[in-house]
């Protein structure tokens, strides 16, 4: 079977223009809503508590509140948390469990008294300071910044620095596309979200790397075929293997996303939306990308 | 050809029979004892996110160290230079730094005894004008990052000590970063208790009470110099522990001298107390000390907290004391444990704490479980549906991938996480990336007009480039990741970067065996793609 038949000669350099039109002002919005919204932080980023707390029966979420009555200072959110009819919630603290003091004790009093000591079950306690939630969210900024520099040094190495440059700028739309969907999607960031976006930039460059290795092997062809020619050529020529790669990726990421539980599923998200946007990208962003490239390098001759 | 063909077969093999070899303690619960004996019973070992328990990040508070060194120099040298009969005008501690007013006739004369009696002391900021000089002292760099050192190490060292008490298996105790300490409590049942036991300070000191001063008027005009108000417990039976006691600033003696505690049951007069059995120098000082102060008051403060103040009603030997504070018994027997085990050198803070239950990890791993079966089935099936008989090379390529991927976890003791096993089933999608890439080639190749055995050979040659620089963009994200990382997530990281490494051994080199054999049978005419 072959998905992409050869021969396929469809004019994707034609519709770079109205492709960056799009892809900057989705990107613009995205920097937009970074900067005036802000994502939803997680605790591994804001600092303060996350409690996962399972009911044996049909609790709702006024119930808890009620049973919880006031805990420490600070908003107290409740929500509902992974399947329908599990009757899991997560409550989240502004404090950390060291601000709140015997938190777990605390709740746990609370608890028994409205639901009973066999009635609830603590899952789970996440509670990270101040201090550290600064620094990881700075050093996890870093390296998401770092490993897109990185691709771009490694393919300026093996390829030339246009693609370098290319290979930048569309990992740079694949991460804001990513961040931006995650925050219309109103899932918190954290520590996986971080390592979702890094695998993004890991695994997005590769499409690039397929297309940038076949110009190279085309140029080196057809030495005369003008570049524009050359790269429509390529992706073209690799698109198949560029949508079955990321395909089967994405296969396994649904099956994630479906059953891999409540604490992976933005994780999967946060992949399923990055590692599409890179097969967009590279045709649309990357490629274009070069080409500007090397228009604007002509006049100056 | 053929030669080549055999020693990569059997290389294969071996490989494979090691990994099954490698992976079965983790699998099979009861290993036979002949295995034990000869065979590895290292497993895989699952993070704490899997398997249930605490994980801590401790922040020792070295500036707090600091400080007490550099109140221990002050009062040293506030009393040498009365002994030595250097006028001083004022010797104070600001933070780190130790403020000295002198009239100037003297500056030379404390010059000599720093130089001599205080080393580790550098003179800063020094001014003199009208007679009298002003300067500070510090300690010098070199010595304050050897004293942060060694106040983070005394105090993983006791921490280690209380958590061994404690008794957890299998505990994680170790240095992170410059001043932090992470502490990892696999399966362990109650937290908070856990968290009490290692975040007290358990600093013990013996202090006099100031009986010349009222307390009532030290509270409203500040506690006179060498003096200072701590609070504590009031009269047996009152619960008040909020009474206010004045007590010369410098302790008599503090618990380094504990070489036992031991937690005494309640009698119908009072409640459980903690003995100490104090250690030889101990018993010395402590007698020495009741002898000079019978009649007085002995404050026992623990933590800033004083526990009582009772009598000094006679000299003390045998180097028994007691802490008695209207303790419960759960109470008293972590007391005992922490004064046992020692006192923290600076106060810890936790700074991250995460518990998970054991319900939760291990419904992880049956959803991790799950999303992995299902996820490579869909892959496994697309690529027979997509490739037919190459197809069915690369899923046997996947599967192997896949055992050799758990088999290095198991080598390297690499501790399994959920994302890690999120990783696990991603890697399955991309493992058949590099076999997409040849078998598309090939297809290539073919289309070309080659003879099978040559679009074949192309297919792998041309392929291999642009595999090996998408895995390596792949790893290279993947080691920023784990550098970047804390546990769970490093888990992630471990198995990518491990998980692409078996894929571009399996998925080129190991299919390359089947059509390599193929071809040197003179076999390979048509290929099923």
């Not at chain 1, 740079?172 to 918190?188: K, N, P, Q, S």
């Not at chain 1, 933005?266 to 228009?295: D, H, M, N, Q, R």
């Not at chain 2, 010595?143 to 404690?166: G, W």
Request: proline residues 4%.
């Amino acid at each position: 079977m072959e998905l992409i038949k050869p021969g396929t000669t469809i004019p994707f350099t034609k519709y770079r223009h109205i492709a960056i039109a799009v892809s900057t002002v989705i990107n613009l919005a995205v920097l937009g809503m970074l900067f005036f919204r802000g994502p939803d932080l997680g605790v591994d980023f804001a600092g303060g508590t996350v409690v996962q707390l399972r009911f044996q029966q049909k609790v709702t979420i006024p119930d808890i509140r009620a049973a919880l009555g006031p805990l420490g200072e600070g908003d107290v959110v409740i929500q509902d948390f992974g399947q329908e009819g599990s009757n899991e919630f997560l409550i989240r603290l502004e404090k950390s469990t060291v601000q709140l003091g015997a938190l777990n004790e605390q709740l746990r009093a609370r608890l028994t008294e409205k639901f009973g000591q066999q009635g609830f079950e603590i899952r789970r306690i996440e509670s990270v300071g101040p201090k550290v939630g600064g620094e990881l969210r700075q050093k996890g900024t870093w390296s998401v910044i770092a490993a897109t520099v990185m691709m771009g040094v490694y393919i300026w190495l093996r390829f030339d620095l246009r693609f370098g440059l290319g290979a930048v700028i569309a990992l740079i739309h694949d991460v804001l596309v990513t961040a931006g969907a995650l925050m219309l999607a109103r899932y918190e960031f954290d520590l996986t979200i971080v390592a979702a976006l890094l695998t993004v930039v890991g695994y997005s460059v590769n499409d690039t790397v397929i297309v940038c290795d076949r110009v190279r092997e085309n140029m080196r062809k057809n030495k005369r075929e003008g570049l524009e020619k050359l790269i429509n050529m390529s992706i073209n020529e690799t698109l198949g293997r560029t949508i079955i790669t990321t395909g089967t990726a994405l296969l396994v990421l649904f099956a994630l996303f479906l059953l891999g539980g409540g604490v992976i599923r933005p994780f999967a998200f946060a992949l399923l939306v990055g590692f599409f946007s890179g097969v967009y990208s590279t045709i649309f962003i990357a490629s274009p990308v070069i080409l500007l490239w090397e228009k604007g390098k002509k006049p100056a001759k | 050809m053929q030669r080549s063909v055999m020693v990569r077969a059997v290389v294969f093999l071996v490989l494979t029979v090691a990994a099954i070899i490698y992976l079965v303690p983790s699998f099979v619960h009861e290993l036979p004892p002949w295995w034990s004996a000869y065979l590895p019973t290292d497993r895989i070992h699952l993070g704490l996110d899997l398997q249930g328990g605490t994980h801590l990040v401790l922040e020792v508070k070295v500036d707090k160290a600091i400080e007490n060194t550099i109140e221990r120099l002050k009062e040293d040298l506030i009393k040498l230079t009365r002994e030595k009969g250097i006028p001083t005008t004022e010797i104070t501690r600001q933070g780190t730094q130790i403020r000295v007013k002198l009239p100037a006739a003297g500056v030379e004369k404390v010059k000599d005894l720093l130089k001599s009696d205080f080393p580790t002391l550098a003179t800063i900021n020094p001014q003199s004008g009208g007679g009298a000089a002003e300067f500070a002292l510090v300690l010098s760099e070199k010595d304050l990052r050897a004293l942060r050192d060694a106040t983070v190490d005394q105090s993983l060292e006791t921490i280690r000590n209380r958590i061994d008490q404690f008794g957890v298996s299998e505990p994680i105790i170790q240095r992170q970063g410059d001043n932090d300490i992470l502490v990892q409590l696999p399966g362990i049942q109650d937290p908070e208790r856990a968290k009490e036991i290692i975040g007290k300070t358990a600093l013990l000191e013996f202090k006099l009470l100031d009986e010349t001063h009222s307390v009532e008027q030290a509270l409203k005009t500040g506690a006179p110099p060498g003096t200072e108000i701590l609070y504590g417990y009031g009269a047996k039976g009152s619960g008040n522990d909020k009474v206010p006691y004045l007590v010369q600033s410098q302790a008599l003696m503090t618990g380094e001298y504990i070489a036992d505690a031991r937690v005494r049951p309640s009698s119908r007069l009072e409640g459980p107390y903690v003995e100490l059995v104090l250690n030889s120098s101990g018993a010395r000082l402590f007698e020495r000390i009741t002898g000079e102060n019978v009649k007085r008051h002995l404050a026992i403060v623990l933590d800033n907290k004083v526990y009582s103040a009772p009598v000094i009603n006679e000299r003390i030997g045998g180097g028994h004391a007691q802490i008695s504070g209207q303790f419960e018994m759960k109470e008293a027997r972590d007391l005992a444990l922490v004064l046992r085990a020692g006192a923290l050198p600076a106060p810890v803070e936790i700074a991250e704490e995460r518990t998970v239950g054991p319900s939760l990890g291990s419904d992880s791993i049956r959803q991790g479980v799950i999303s992995f079966i299902v996820g490579s089935s869909l892959v496994i099936l697309f690529m027979i549906f997509y490739y037919k008989g190459a197809g069915v090379l690369a899923d046997i390529a996947l599967l192997f991938h896949i055992l050799f991927l758990l088999a290095i976890l198991a080598v390297f003791k690499a501790v399994l996480t959920l994302p890690g096993i999120a990783g696990i089933v991603l890697i399955a999608g991309m493992a058949v990336d590099a076999n997409v890439l040849i078998n598309e080639r090939i297809r290539e190749e073919l289309r070309a007009g080659k003879s099978a055995r040559a679009a074949v050979e192309a297919g792998y040659d041309r392929a291999l480039p642009a595999i090996i620089d998408t895995n390596v963009t792949t790893f290279l994200s993947g080691l920023i990741l784990f550098q970047f990382g804390t546990g769970p997530i490093k888990g992630f990281a471990v198995t990518l970067c491990v998980g692409i490494l078996t894929t571009v051994v399996t998925a080129v080199y190991m299919t390359r065996i089947y059509y390599d054999w193929r071809i040197s049978a003179r076999k390979l005419t048509r290929i099923s793609i």
